[in-house]
């Protein structure tokens, strides 16, 4: 990344506009050099227009029974029809709705705790560092799934109205936090040993300031690239829990759609839209997002790219007019 | 032996951290599950006494302090008392574990050992020939594959070679019908024949984390000075691939292990549902589909203590094939 030149003389505002514009060029550049990270991007976006358009793209209520069930793919019906005759592409189309906020949801939450504890237990060393380091390890080293799926079959017990997205989110957002901790807690015991981090303490700031001001911008790549992990995980996590019908089953989502086709046997009969559709669904969406982990990797790990050819990349330098 | 006895130590915690998970959640959830779980089991021909002593193992009697119902439940624990199957009643939970744990074992362990080998292997020859085109294809069709819920392609290998084309059983471990449980060939046969489908989903499913981790660190490790001077040596192209390279860039492949075991697990909980296998998966899945809190609960017990195990086994090896861990350095 580079840093502007502004002089001393240039009045504040424009220095921040340029700064801005900067960066705004910045992130087009790496989209335009990382095509990994702009097509996981597009896909995201894609689902999430998808999912904020859905009253947009189908006349149909996907909870309502409209017609006969499981009937083929036809013009009326794209997708064709549940075995409760519920339209499958509404359900689709909303059930992103249900997919992505949980899936957000969780992820943010869980990515709080990453901070929390990969960087507390990081900065910190002796008895606080060790017991959270601990706590860390003992998450990572538990199964989160059958976790996951004790507490929420728990959380239901008694009433089938504790089957919501709220709380497969924080069941989600419990067990999928230790990955990214330990990896934001690697980094902050190398960070915590520069320079800057030295002189913020001469400089008498509070320890929380060092640690949430100071520390944690530099580790903002690696929080992003958690960020999309966790969230990749838990989509994935959410989808098996709703398959397995610990979620709210009377409502449109993709793990619903599953669960559904699983219960009503759809394979053996050959109905292959009522389970086909939502699987594509969460595969291009997770692998989309993988994709941009890998993007960032290769931005923090400049060996990890595919060479180009020495020619392409000589021109492409003098274009820049930087040294790549 | 330092470094061993602190993972032991760590292991041990974190199955006490598990045990009292298992101890905390239920008091923790709203409604309650134990009443839940007893209502369910009156229906059922038991005693009082039988009631009473699940009572105490969920710890529905307010009059025990909590200590003291923390203390009983461990005490039961180490007896093997897990409580009664509601779901299949009269079995004792501990029994129905031992029946499904060794089928759980046998896919997990072929799978991992399977994707392992495999994943390790082509990550290693397509970081030799970075840049071509196998090297562009492979790793973003296996991220592809690996981001398809286990249990979806699952479901879609059922419908592909077993519906379709029915090529292998997709239902239950062996043949109910035709052979007994024992130690004969048709047995085998059949627990083989039964497994093919199951171990396939889990490996394709698996595979890209192998590949990816061992493509990046081999591709660090070719960057070294000591792969250049073995080149330099006009050693064959073989010898410094396995030699040279690939020994030293497997070591991150080995702890990550811990992680990819997790998943693997996790997954095949959701492959033995599809294929009815008759692994704790399933019976985790019946536990949700009853109710069955006390069957739920024993098989994430089951389960963490297998996986807690799988890794002391990882960090044995580990410990083995890296000596500056054996001496004690960092």
Known sequence: MQVTNVTGQNMHSSSMLNRA???????????????????????????????LAAPLLTPYDPDATIVVGSLPPSSAHILGTTGLGQDMFAQLVYGARVTLLIGFTAAIGSTLLQIFFGLTSGYFGGVIGDAFSLIINVFLVLPGLPLAIVLASLASANSAANKNEFVIALVLLFTSWSYGARVLRAQTLSLKEREFVTAARATGESTLRIIFFEILPNEFALVASTFVGTFVYVVGAEIALEFLGLGDTSKASWGEILYWAQNNAALIIGKWWQFVPAGL????????????NFGIDELANPRLRVERPRRKRLLLSKKKGVAV | MRHLLRRVGFYLAALWAAVTFNFIIPRLMPGDPAEAYIAKLQTQQVTREQINAIRELFGVNPSIPLWRQYLDYLNSLLHGNLGIATSQFPSPVIDILRQSL???????????IL???????VGMIIAWKRGSWYDTMVPPLLTFLSAVPYFWMALALVYIFGVGLNWFPTDSGYDVFSVTPGWSSDFILSVAQHAILPVITLVIGSLAGWVLTMRNTMITTLSEDYVLMAQAKGLSERRVMFNYAARNAILPSITSFSISLGLVVSGSLLTEIVFNYPGIGFALYKGVQADDYALVEGCFLVIALAVLIA???SDLVYTFLDPRVRRGGS
């Open chain 2, 115 to 121: 994707s392992f080998l495999i994943g390790t292997l």
């Open chain 1, 21 to 51: 514009m900067e960066r705004g060029r910045s992130i087009f550049n790496t989209l335009k050099s990382n095509p990994k990270i702009a097509v996981g991007i597009g896909i995201l976006a894609f689902f999430v227009l998808v999912a």
């Open chain 2, 311 to 313: 890794n002391f086994l």
């Open chain 1, 281 to 292: 669904c969460v595969a291009v969406l997770c692998a989309g997002l993988t994709f941009v």
């Open chain 2, 102 to 112: 060794p089928w759980t074992i046998g896919l997990v362990g072929a799978a991992v």
